[in-house]
């Protein structure tokens, strides 16, 4: 992490760091301890943890002995897979230097004056500032409003707490979506594994089938160009089926991660009244996206190309009659030879 340089770049260099050490789970700046993963991204231990144990919902350390095997989960920051051994988050490197910038980031802040920044102004009253929440019209105000003004018959709570509530809100539905993205990944990559069976199993059916035909290749040859053409289209039905649905799970999983950035740069403002202006519009956007995807999926066995099969047990005469093999077929031949056997017996 190149903290000079972001520095550099920066009016105020304090507020600046800052924003460098903020962990990307809950938000706030790291606790000790921190723990930096191998793609180099830092987070809390307890953060990490969290997201281990979300991943990995049947590792345990029971009785104070660790699993014998670890688990896996995703960077929040860069989606990097982590792999982890038997000691879980307990085994990732502790990151000092950041531990001391923290420690040495909250020693000047504490011996700094506060700084006045802007503050929102009523409209109605322009000399007061916006300093309560009216939780019935759901909107900050001011309290002259509250006394003699539009919101006089409305309950109205300090800013403050409605500020932390809805920001440890926004936070809860950031991981909620983070884990969200999760599942999401985890489905594409099981399509792209049907996606490589389907082309395994299709290329096996096909080297059957071509042997099969070799052994009678003179006659078969136009029938065999036939059947290999009903294989690959219902191949490339399927693996079409499949590549939209990869598309569509990318498309999803690429709007989440664009809210989750938008919810992020919105935890950034340090204002209460014009976080909240945006706040309660942009968790409802994030609790809506995170209820679940609702795209299909393919069904058990979608990949299965096994009843691309033949029985070449037939006699030269009828070879030019193969085809794969259906109950219609066989019901009409039973028919067929049913009749022709009351035909001979009622000549006897």
């Given at each position: 992490m190149d903290y000079k340089s972001s520095l550099i770049q920066d009016g105020n260099p304090l507020e600046n760091l800052e924003k460098q050490l903020i962990c990307p789970i809950c938000l706030?700046?790291?606790?000790?301890?921190?723990?930096?993963?191998?793609?180099?991204?830092?987070?809390?231990?307890?953060?990490?943890?969290?997201?281990?144990?979300?991943?990995?919902?049947?590792?345990s350390s029971r009785g104070g002995s660790m699993s014998m095997t670890g688990g896996r989960f995703r960077c929040p920051s860069c989606r990097h897979e982590v792999i982890m051994d038997r000691h879980g988050v307990y085994g990732l490197q502790r990151n000092l230097l950041v531990e001391n910038i923290i420690d040495i980031y909250k020693?000047?802040?504490?011996?700094?004056?506060?700084?006045?920044?802007?503050?929102?102004?009523?409209?109605?009253?322009?000399?007061?500032?916006?300093?309560?929440?009216?939780?019935?019209?759901?909107?900050?105000?001011?309290?002259?409003?509250?006394?003699?003004?539009?919101?006089?018959?409305?309950?109205?709570?300090?800013?403050?707490?409605?500020?932390?509530?809805?920001?440890?809100?926004?936070?809860?539905?950031?991981?909620?979506?983070?884990?969200?993205?999760d599942r999401v990944q985890t489905i594409i990559t099981q399509l792209e594994d049907s996606s490589r069976m389907t082309k395994e199993n299709s290329h096996r059916v096909k080297e059957e089938l071509s042997q099969k035909f070799d052994v009678l290749y003179a006659i078969l040859d136009e029938k065999k160009s036939e059947l290999l053409q009903r294989i690959t289209q219902e191949q490339e039905e399927k693996l079409s089926f499949i590549e939209a649905l990869i598309q569509q799970y990318r498309e999803q999983l690429d709007k989440s991660t664009k809210l989750v950035e938008t919810a992020i740069q919105s935890l950034d403002e340090p204002g209460g009244a014009?976080?909240?202006?945006?706040?309660?519009?942009?968790?409802?956007?994030?609790?809506?996206?995170?209820?679940?995807?609702?795209?299909?999926?393919?069904?058990?066995?979608?990949?299965?190309?096994?009843?691309?099969?033949?029985?070449?047990?037939?006699i030269a005469d009828t070879l030019r009659t193969i085809d794969f093999g259906t109950d219609e077929e066989e019901e009409e031949f039973i028919e067929e030879d049913q009749e022709e056997e009351e035909s001979t017996e009622g000549h006897q």
């Amino acid at each position: 992490m190149d903290y000079k340089s972001s520095l550099i770049q920066d009016g105020n260099p304090l507020e600046n760091l800052e924003k460098q050490l903020i962990c990307p789970i809950c938000l706030e700046m790291f606790t000790k301890p921190v723990v930096i993963l191998p793609c180099q991204h830092n987070l809390c231990r307890k953060c990490a943890n969290d997201i281990f144990q979300a991943a990995n919902p049947y590792w345990s350390s029971r009785g104070g002995s660790m699993s014998m095997t670890g688990g896996r989960f995703r960077c929040p920051s860069c989606r990097h897979e982590v792999i982890m051994d038997r000691h879980g988050v307990y085994g990732l490197q502790r990151n000092l230097l950041v531990e001391n910038i923290i420690d040495i980031y909250k020693l000047e802040c504490s011996s700094r004056p506060l700084q006045k920044g802007s503050h929102p102004m009523c409209k109605e009253h322009e000399d007061e500032k916006i300093n309560i929440y009216c939780l019935t019209c759901e909107m900050p105000t001011c309290s002259m409003c509250k006394v003699f003004g539009a919101h006089q018959a409305c309950e109205v709570a300090p800013l403050q707490s409605v500020f932390q509530g809805q920001k440890t809100e926004l936070s809860n539905c950031i991981s909620m979506l983070v884990a969200g993205n999760d599942r999401v990944q985890t489905i594409i990559t099981q399509l792209e594994d049907s996606s490589r069976m389907t082309k395994e199993n299709s290329h096996r059916v096909k080297e059957e089938l071509s042997q099969k035909f070799d052994v009678l290749y003179a006659i078969l040859d136009e029938k065999k160009s036939e059947l290999l053409q009903r294989i690959t289209q219902e191949q490339e039905e399927k693996l079409s089926f499949i590549e939209a649905l990869i598309q569509q799970y990318r498309e999803q999983l690429d709007k989440s991660t664009k809210l989750v950035e938008t919810a992020i740069q919105s935890l950034d403002e340090p204002g209460g009244a014009i976080f909240l202006l945006s706040a309660k519009k942009l968790i409802k956007s994030i609790v809506e996206a995170s209820k679940g995807c609702q795209l299909g999926k393919t069904e058990q066995g979608f990949e299965n190309m096994d009843y691309f099969t033949l029985d070449l047990e037939h006699i030269a005469d009828t070879l030019r009659t193969i085809d794969f093999g259906t109950d219609e077929e066989e019901e009409e031949f039973i028919e067929e030879d049913q009749e022709e056997e009351e035909s001979t017996e009622g000549h006897q």
